[in-house]
């Protein structure tokens, strides 16, 4: 297996849904995970954006916020490496339910629903 396919499968097994799934098509799906780079304070996906994408996190941070209708943010969680965000775009056609932003140089694996 090449480094590429060993990073993105070691990536798959941080995911829940994925964690129990036969090792060929775990392959076959990590195969299929593309890597996305952002800059420090770049959005990712803003509250109310279609869903599409699972992001996996292999390097840097991530925060998921959202803004009250009085103008305050709530910070839902701050990731890291490891952690993994937007799994629900897998499971449905909704719109995002909060925005993520990149709080410093960040590396994802990204997988289309």
Excluded: C
Excluded at 26 to 42: D, I, K, N, T, Y
């Amino acid at each position: 297996m090449a480094a590429r396919d060993s990073s993105a499968a070691s990536a798959l097994q941080n995911v829940p849904f994925f964690k129990n799934l036969d090792l060929d098509i775990a392959g076959e799906l990590a195969s299929r995970l593309v890597p996305r780079r952002f800059g420090a304070g770049q959005v990712i996906f803003h509250l109310g954006d279609p869903g599409g994408l699972l992001y996996i996190i292999s390097r840097g941070k991530i925060k998921i916020s959202y803004t009250t209708p009085d103008g305050q943010e709530v910070v839902l969680a701050i990731l890291g490496p490891g952690d993994f965000f937007g799994e629900l775009a897998l499971l449905d056609d909704s719109p995002r339910s909060a925005t993520a932003e990149s709080l410093e140089p960040t590396e994802t694996w990204t997988l289309h629903r």
